[in-house]
Nanobody, 124 residues
């Protein structure tokens, strides 16, 4: 069983930056693929970014954040990160960290473990 705790959200002006962290406990963190998924009010959850498990570190991004967001992980610290630059008001949402075993595929929002979410608000 993996527990995930996000931090780093907040209020930022458009064009600003934030770095979200996802601290994991339980299980073998390095063996999990980790994703960031966001949900804006009244909208469905939306895939943001994913990083593969083990040391491969392959990353994937939604078109809406490509070139602005960077996902990374530090397996020694059991932590994943989402660096968000050039933030836009449409990035406002609750951001969730999610994980699933690296060998298991699935949809962009199909994960076994989820954090509680952290609010990101971008003002114009």
């Amino acid at each position: 069983q993996v527990q995930l705790v996000e931090s780093g959200g907040g209020l930022v002006q458009a064009g600003g930056s934030l770095r979200l962290s996802c601290a994991a406990s339980g299980g073998t963190f390095s063996s999990y693929a980790v994703a960031w998924v966001r949900q804006a009010p009244g909208k469905e959850r939306e895939f943001v970014a994913r990083i593969s498990g083990w040391s491969a570190g392959l990353s994937y991004y939604a078109d809406s954040v490509k070139g602005r967001f960077t996902v990374s992980r530090d397996n020694a610290k059991n932590t994943a990160y989402l660096q968000m630059n050039n933030l836009k008001p449409e990035d406002t949402a609750v951001y969730y960290c999610a994980a699933r075993p690296a060998y298991r595929g699935g949809s962009d929002t199909s994960y076994d473990y989820w954090g509680q979410g952290t609010q990101v608000t971008v003002s114009s």
